[in-house]
């Protein structure tokens, strides 16, 4: 058991992606990456955008080299913040202090930094779309999530996936999420739709054995959608993958 919520944890962070967030980059906008020394870095493949090692200090290096301070924050051993998009001329920050994380963002057209919306936590982002919520629980348990839309003077929210979710990614240029009861996460819907949060449609639904049982999307890859799951709360987890295209569920490996 202890082992399965260590391994949980791992995947959770891993798909919510570094600082709690992924991205999906299309042609010609910024991407994500971690550099050899492990910088996290924003590129268009000309401009560097970029966090400090203590993240305290944004600064952007353009194609000559030239490295400019954009902004400077206070942060401590309670507050940091992270990129979690960099759209058109607009980067997109959260600023986590403990438990409540707020969204910025630094227009580099105008040259200006503000917040953009309390309590809300940004944990994917494609384009012009993010997926956020406004809280995220450290354990296993469905939140909140909503699709909102960059817009030139803020941020408008478009969709709602559900009050109940989790691990809502961006893939193939679509949106899958997992979706829970009331109460428990031992029967799990999986959905697709589209990157605006239109058109849901239910992909598949799988229920654990036994009521302390517990499934979690894990990935969205090679056109499958893996997912892990526990028959009661003391059993041996067992991976799975379900293929997009045949709709049937095999065992994968861990």
């Known amino acids: 058991m202890k082992k399965f919520l260590m391994t949980m944890c791992f995947l959770f962070v891993l798909c919510a992606g570094i600082g709690g967030y992924t991205t999906s980059a299309q042609a010609a906008d910024y991407e994500c990456v971690v550099t050899k020394n492990q910088l996290v870095t924003w590129t268009d493949g000309t401009n560097r955008i970029y966090l400090n090692r203590t993240g305290n200090k944004l600064y952007l290096k353009d194609e000559t080299g030239t490295t400019r301070l954009l902004k400077k924050f206070k942060t401590d051993e309670d507050t940091f913040y992270d990129i979690v998009q960099v759209y058109e ?11 409540t994380t707020h969204l910025y963002v630094y227009d580099l057209g105008t ?9 809300c936590n940004v944990l994917n982002a494609s384009g012009k779309y993010m997926i956020a919520t406004t809280y995220q629980p450290s354990d296993l348990t469905p939140y909140p999530a909503y699709v909102y ?13 559900g009050k109940h979710v989790s691990q809502p990614l961006f ?15 031992n029967v799990m ?5 589209e990157e605006n949060g239109d058109n849901p449609e239910l992909l598949f639904t799988r229920k654990a054995a036994h009521r302390s049982g517990y499934i979690v999307m894990t990935e969205v890859t090679d056109g499958k ?9 003391d059993s041996e987890r067992v991976c799975y993958a379900y293929d997009l295209v045949t709709g049937k569920i095999t065992k994968s490996k861990e």
């Open 225 to 233: 959608v893996l997912f892990a799951q526990n028959d009661d709360v």
């Open 171 to 185: 893939a193939d240029g679509k949106i899958y999420f997992a979706s829970y009861p009331k109460n428990g996460i």
């Open 111 to 119: 040259d200006t930094y503000k917040r953009l919306k309390k309590n």
């Open 149 to 161: 839309e960059c817009t030139q003077t803020g941020i408008e929210k478009v969709a709602t996936l």
């Open 89 to 99: 001329e607009k980067i997109y920050l959260k600023k986590t202090h403990i438990f």
């Open 189 to 193: 819907h999986v959905y697709r739709c």
